[in-house]
């Protein structure tokens, strides 16, 4: 954590989850246009992060498992992605429109040359989300009530499947970050919550995840360079005893990672390869 904390003295422009576009939301840098992922499964090769050098060559050397290519407008919003097969299908695309405030409307995903699903949103006369419905092709299969404070954050919402309803309820620090969730079971008894520990440069840091609120059942932390840059990602999963580790050991000029090496239970078991263009 001391590395995520201590970075070269620069102006400091924390921005509030409401006010962020989907780049931020994911620490991604830059004007990006476009984002192609190729996906490497390692898990029967039996290696591990010493031979990131050995596996990475070997990625070369065959396709990859699976494709995803997201777009994103000069402003930094999502306008589609794709996933797409290492026989070079598209298994699923899927769409996003906004409207003339920069907020989606509605989503739709797209399998086999039909809609297989959509989403419609909702705004209040203060132009903050209220609501959401999710189709399964014209049956409304999920719905979302949202409630918002003075300037949009999302303090609750409310899922309703058809069948039980659940709430989630959500807190912010000072500088507007979500920094506890809480997930209530139809009785109102808390089931799950989480909170978020961030650095001086409103970086996600530590996320802990709770059962019942007591239980520590998932742990994350994110490790930076001091110009910003994610160096290392480390989940554990309590429950099933479970720990995965994510390096990113190379970067474009943006300081955005371009290749990432994904090692569960001290074996590697993945690569990602990105590949950013940039708005000019």
């Known amino acids: 954590m001391g590395a995520a904390c201590h970075r070269k003295p620069a102006p400091i422009e924390i921005i509030p989850d409401v006010d962020k576009n989907h780049l931020q939301r ?35 050397e065959r396709q990859p498992d699976r494709i995803f290519v997201h777009h994103y407008s000069y402003d930094g919003y999502m306008l589609d992605f794709y996933n797409i097969t290492a026989a070079n299908d598209t298994q699923l695309y899927r769409k996003y429109i906004y409207n003339d405030r920069a907020q989606i409307s509605e989503w739709s995903e797209t399998k ?4 297989s699903s959509k989403g419609k949103y909702s705004y209040d006369r203060n132009h903050f989300i209220s609501g959401e419905k999710i189709y399964d092709g014209d049956s409304l299969v999920m719905s979302f ?7 949009g954050n999302i303090i609750s919402s409310t899922q309703d499947n058809q069948q039980f309803v659940t709430t989630t309820k959500y807190h912010y620090n000072e500088h507007g970050l979500v920094d506890r969730i809480e997930e209530y079971e139809p009785s109102g008894k808390v ?11 409103g970086d996600e840091v530590n996320r802990c995840v709770y059962k019942s609120g007591k239980q520590l059942i998932e742990y994350t932390y994110n490790k930076y360079e001091q110009d910003g840059r994610k160096i290392k990602t480390i989940y554990e999963d309590k429950l099933h005893r479970n720990k995965e580790v994510k390096y990113y050991t190379s970067f474009d000029s943006h300081k955005n990672w371009i290749i990432e090496y994904g090692v569960s239970n001290n074996q590697l078991v993945s690569i990602r390869k990105r590949n950013i263009n940039y708005y000019q």
Do not use: C, M
Request: hydrophobic share 35%.
């Open 112 to 115: 086999n040359d039909f809609i």
């Open 26 to 60: 994911n620490h991604i840098f830059g004007n990006v246009k476009e984002i192609e992922t190729s996906i490497f499964g390692l898990q029967e090769d039996s290696l591990t992060i010493k031979d990131s050098a050995q596996a990475l060559q070997w990625t070369l």
């Open 191 to 201: 089931f799950k919550s989480a909170t978020i520990e961030y650095d001086n440069y």
């Open 145 to 151: 009530a949202y409630k918002t404070d003075g300037v």
